[in-house]
DNA sequence: CTACGTGTTCGAGCGCACTCTAAGTCAAGA
DNA sequence: TCTTGACTTAGAGTGCGCTCGAACACGTAG
């Protein structure tokens, strides 16, 4: 598989997989005679589990420190397990913190939603905003 | 309040609310005859509002937006609402998602867990990983 | 033979959200 | 009076994660 068959395959782009393989996130590839990336559809499990911590919030540093540990084999599994574990643990306290602000939201909305009549405007509750004064550079003379 | 007050309470350092203001999510704040931001505790309020969009990822620019028709007063609050409600579903979205993440997750934890005798290194069922060969500048002749 | 499509490398550029620096101002306490 | 420290401004710098551009190399179809 070329490189722009894995990037419709994996929705990552051609630049984004030669950038991942330059940082060291993907291993570097067979080429062809030609100089050419000729990947194995494995490769696929790989960039899907990447990007299953991308998408949970893991920065790439992390990511490479675990991509590191795999490189070296076997005696880093319980390192590499501690490190899925914290942020497995990490992702919880996030989802937790989106559930609680999902309620808030809720309140927000219905604070919208009580009858357009009693409520012309709900924000009113909050300080009334300014603009800085155009022209005017403050009190101070300068 | 000052602004060293106001970072305290807040959580914010007073470079990020002077940017905030700068950009205009906060409003021009008041300041005393040598010109210092003075501000009053109902601005805790909209900051931590702001926080919870942050937390659940809404992007500074929509931020503005939601300001934006809340400084035009009335008449906005359909689409100040339509803009929460959007940003609901999005975060919830992101929940889901970051939920089926989690599953996956206990998965692959699981996998380092199974029997250290059975499973050495579970990550071997994943593609062998290689290096960029050295000084070696590939078949290329350049 | 030539054109085209797809690939290669290196390195610069970008969007986001801050974060910090420099140089100056001011009020209060020793 | 002097010092200290919290503040002011405009603007530059940072870290992240890409994203793009330029210039060149192949291999195949016409």
Known sequence: MKIGELAKRSGLTAHTIRYYERIGLLPYADR??????????????????????????????????????????????AERRAL??????????????????LLALDTKIGGYAETEQRMKDYDATLPERRRKPVGARSARTR
Chains 1, 2 share one sequence.
């Open 32 to 77: 062809d005679r030609s100089s050419r990336r000729d990947y194995d559809a494995s490769i696929l499990v790989w960039i899907e589990f990447l990007g299953r911590l991308k998408t949970t919030g893991m920065p790439i540093r992390d990511m490479l420190l675990y991509a590191e540990l795999r490189d070296r084999g076997s005696g880093t599994e």
């Open 84 to 101: 899925l574990e914290r942020h497995r643990e990490s992702v919880r306290a996030h989802v937790d913190e989106l559930n609680a602000c």
